[in-house]
């Protein structure tokens, strides 16, 4: 099955670029998400990409893939303190009948 | 609006009963699916229906239980045989199995 791995802690000054990022087993992954979540609250789709795509742009949020390394990141721009969060990537197997296979988070503080 | 809610959102039980969560979704979404997170971890897949009537385990079934006799609602019990089941449940829905999930604001169990 699919392993997802992120790191757990990020910090960042306000105004500065975040990267988070994830490594995932799988190749045949055909959806990669990033989702967010806040405080005490469920998931929020932030974004995702499509396994046949190398980057995709949405306003702050800027998602790379890279299929050979399997390695996939998400950079806010001007990172802002109610972006602090916890950030999840999660990937989609074709090979599985099922569903998300989800990393276990990287929490982000942004800094004043 | 369209959305998921779960209800209720801090849930308290004691030690020995039964108690279940509920989950609704009016996205007209056919499949739906029930995740534990503990702190400092990812999602883990408790329970997912494609369709109503129907019903799959995830990884971690043991010690739930669910129903899907309608279309919108998805709700899972908690027994008592779940040996820790304090933790933070979410719902999600999608249109299909392998479709973007979109998650519920989550309910938070506590055994007293």
């Known amino acids: 099955g699919e392993d997802v791995e992120q790191s757990l802690f990020l910090s960042v000054r306000e105004g500065d670029s975040s990267v988070i990022n994830c490594t995932y087993t799988d190749s045949s992954s055909t959806y990669l998400y990033w989702y967010k979540q806040e405080p005490g609250a469920g998931l929020q789709l932030l974004t995702y990409i499509f396994s046949n795509m190398d980057m995709k742009q949405d306003q702050r949020l800027t998602v790379l893939l890279n299929k050979k390394d399997k390695h996939l990141s998400l950079r806010i721009a001007d990172t802002q303190t109610g972006d602090s969060a916890i950030y999840f990537c999660a990937g989609t197997n074709v090979g599985s009948a099922r569903q998300l296979t989800f990393g276990s988070g990287t929490q982000l503080t942004v800094l004043p | 609006d369209g959305g998921i809610t779960q209800s209720p959102k801090y849930l308290f039980r004691k030690e020995g009963q039964n108690v279940t969560l509920s989950c609704e979704q009016n996205?007209?979404?056919?499949?739906m699916y029930w995740y534990r997170q503990d702190p400092g971890q990812g999602l883990r897949l408790i329970y997912y229906s494609q369709i109503v009537n129907d019903f799959q385990k995830g990884d971690i079934a043991e010690g739930y239980s669910v129903s899907r006799e309608k279309k919108e609602s998805f709700p899972l019990t908690v027994t008592s045989a779940q040996k820790n089941p304090t933790a933070f449940y979410l719902c999600a829905s999608s249109a299909g199995l392998r479709d973007t999930q979109y998650f519920g604001p989550g309910t938070r169990l506590t055994v007293l």
């Open positions: 996205l007209n979404h056919d499949a």
